[in-house]
């Protein structure tokens, strides 16, 4: 450990004053990245992950970085190689570091950070915001189709009933994340007196599907999801900037009013970067 009186990052967050002769841990990992040794007023564990944790948030540690091997960072701040080792499964628990066989651990890029937490139904464009990142709909598309079988059973209306589809790609800091497809049916928008170029430019307008549903005064009670993996075609690894062949998730999700009759159907793919989550309660 080196004597120094630097500005450093304090495991609770934020900058400190390092006092004069104070030991502090400099990490080889970029020129501000710098770790404090761990203090005992909490677990040894809790506090090597609070200092890992604000070190990656703070962007003082950024994705290029490879965190240094178990040993090394185990000697630098001062604990043993299963403190490092609970702390970098925690991170790696919460979307923020990244094990690789063979290669070592990582520092996970921003945008991979999204979770979709399937136990909760809320939109992507809140999902994104929640974050603090910039959503974005590099690409929309609202056009018209008479519903075949699949599409009749899924919305449990005629086959021929026309729907309104809604194609869009959606970004987070330009990052695509998802490409969706919405089916309306038409009747909705029929009630409401809306064409589907009216539809379209409330969409650029709203960008949210569920706020733009709250307008048109749909409300959704909640949703029956369905999750399959899938692979990227041609025109998916185009929309989500990615190879084709590279597996995806598909989230079917059929949207219910609160008296129980559908309102909506669509289909989300998601790109490997994206996290999904859902809470399993039990057993008791």
Known sequence: MTETASRTIGASGGEMQAPQGADRVDLTMGPTAQLVPVRAH????????????????????????????????????????????????ILEHE?????????????????AR??????????????????GEIQGTPFLKVSGVDAGEVLAEKLGIGV????????????ADDVPVASTTDYLPFRHLDARHLTIEMLEQIFRERGSLYAVLRDMGLSIDGGLADIRAAIADRHLAEALRIKVGEPLLLLSQTDYSPSGSIVLYSEEYLPAHINVQVWRKGPG
């Open 114 to 131: 999204l979770r979709n937490v399937l136990n909760a139904n809320y939109g992507l464009t809140e999902l994104i915001t929640s974050t």
């Open 95 to 111: 979307g923020l570091l990244s094990r690789r066989q063979g290669l070592g651990t990582f520092i996970v890029p921003h945008t």
């Open 160 to 171: 021929g009933e026309p729907l309104a589809v809604i194609e869009r790609v959606r970004t």
């Open 42 to 89: 909490r677990t040894l564990a809790a506090e090597v992950t609070a200092n890992l944790r604000q070190a990656i948030l703070s962007g003082s540690l950024s994705p290029e970085h490879e965190l240094p091997p178990e040993p090394e960072l185990a000697r630098q701040l001062g604990v043993s190689r299963g403190t490092v080792r609970q702390a970098v499964t």
